[in-house]
Structures are given as structure tokens and as C-alpha cells.
């Protein structure tokens, strides 16, 4: 089955200063990445997917992620961090072993933006 | 708009009570997911449903029910049964895709807090 690691249970960046949130994937063959962010209380918004196209994959507010298959790695990064990113985040790969093609879930990235 | 709504917002149950969460979607999309979520452990899947009248257990669901009667509505109930329900819901869909298409986009609702008193 696909699976996916978030290596940071929680991230604390100054605001202005770089974003990176770090995801490592096991997969027996080439995956379906995604990004979700989720604010408090909220639900789940894709920020970018990653489908064997371009290997680096640029989302919504400024967010990308770099798909690396030597080192099944698919980190989120962004140049600068606002207030408005503290959030919870998710790397999700698409398990096409299980019928429904239903998603795996890392178990989430805290991040939290100081003034 | 097109989207997926969830109701209520927040649900309280009493013990031994079984309640049903809402989910409706007007995205037109043929599967529907149900996850529960609990803090620092992620999403986890529940039940799904790939079309309607059909649906498949997910990783938990023990304690609870669904059913797929319409393609827009897939109701999720929390029974007596389930002896750990406080979490929060949250319901998902997406488009149905070929067997070769791997990706799978899905798009959630702003999710119920359930909470047992």
C-alpha cells in the first residue's frame, strides 16, 4: 500500500522567512501527491497535486512542491511566510491498491507563523 | 456555488444514541468518502461510496452505517455501537475515473464536530 511520512509534527517560521514542510512517500510505483491545508475548525483545500507531469508542481498562495523519485521525497515549500499560512497541513498520496482509489493521509504539519 | 455541504456544524450525543451526519454535494461527482480525523493522527477513512447504491468499508468502520441512495447525498450514521465517536467528520467527493487514471482529487465539506456528553 502507498504511505506517506510527514517527518515535522509541528514548524515554526517567522513571518517573511521561508516555508519547508517535508513528506516522504513509499509507493511500488510511480504516485498521485497532493497538499491539503486545513485552517481550524475547517475543511480540507487542495494546494497542489503532483500527477507525473512536471516534477515541480506549483500550487495556490504561492506554495510548490518538488516530486523527487531517488529520494521518494515531495517537500512543500514557500519563499516567504504570512500570517495567513499558520495552518494545519497534509501530504496525501492516492493508493490505486485499495478500490475507490481512496486517499492516505500523513498524519499533518503544524505551522506556525510568528510576527 | 458548487460544493459539499455538512450538517450540523456541531452534534452532541448522549450515550447509547445513534445520530446522523449530513453530507450533500452538487459537484456532480460519482464517489463519496467519509473520514474522521482526531488529533495528530491525520484522516482516516470510514466508508466510501463509488456510485450510488454501493459502498465499501473503509479502515473504521466499526460503529457506523452509511447509505447511497442519491448521487448528491451520502449520510453518515454514528451508532451506539461506536464507543469512541467525539472526533471531527469530515465528508469528501470526487469525479469517478478510468482504471489508467490514477489521480484522484477530492474535495471536502467544512466537517461536523461530533462530541459524546
Known amino acids: 500500500a502507498q504511505s506517506v511520512t510527514q517527518l515535522d509534527s509541528h514548524v515554526s517560521v517567522s513571518e517573511g522567512t521561508p516555508v519547508l514542510l517535508r513528506c516522504n512517500y513509499s509507493s511500488s510505483y510511480s504516485p498521485s501527491l497532493f497538499w491539503y491545508v486545513q485552517h481550524p475548525n475547517k475543511g480540507l483545500q487542495l494546494l497542489l497535486k503532483?500527477?507525473?507531469?512536471?516534477?515541480l508542481v506549483k500550487g495556490i498562495n504561492g506554495f510548490e512542491a518538488e516530486f523527487k523519485k531517488s529520494e521518494t521525497s515531495f517537500h512543500l515549500t514557500k519563499p516567504s511566510a504570512h500570517m495567513s499560512d499558520a495552518a494545519e497541513y497534509f501530504c496525501v498520496v492516492s493508493d490505486p491498491g485499495r478500490s475507490g482509489y481512496a486517499l492516505n493521509f500523513g498524519k499533518g504539519t503544524s505551522l506556525l507563523v510568528t510576527p | 456555488d458548487g460544493g459539499i455541504t455538512q450538517s450540523p456544524k456541531y452534534l452532541f450525543r448522549k450515550e447509547g444514541q445513534n445520530v446522523t451526519l449530513s453530507c450533500e454535494q452538487n459537484l456532480n461527482h460519482d464517489a463519496m468518502y467519509w473520514y474522521r480525523q482526531d488529533p495528530g493522527q491525520g484522516l482516516r477513512l470510514i466508508y466510501y461510496s463509488q456510485i450510488v447504491n454501493d459502498f465499501q468499508k473503509g479502515d473504521i468502520a466499526e460503529g457506523y452505517s452509511v447509505s447511497r441512495e442519491k448521487k448528491e447525498s451520502f449520510p453518515l450514521t454514528v451508532t451506539s455501537a461506536q464507543k469512541n465517536p467525539t472526533a471531527f467528520y469530515l465528508c469528501?467527493?470526487?469525479?469517478?475515473?478510468?482504471?489508467?487514471?490514477?489521480?484522484?482529487?477530492?474535495?471536502f465539506g467544512p466537517g461536523t464536530r461530533l462530541t459524546v456528553l
Open positions: 469528501a467527493s470526487s469525479i469517478a475515473f478510468s482504471g489508467t487514471d490514477f489521480y484522484n482529487e477530492q474535495f
Open positions: 503532483y500527477t507525473s507531469a512536471a516534477t
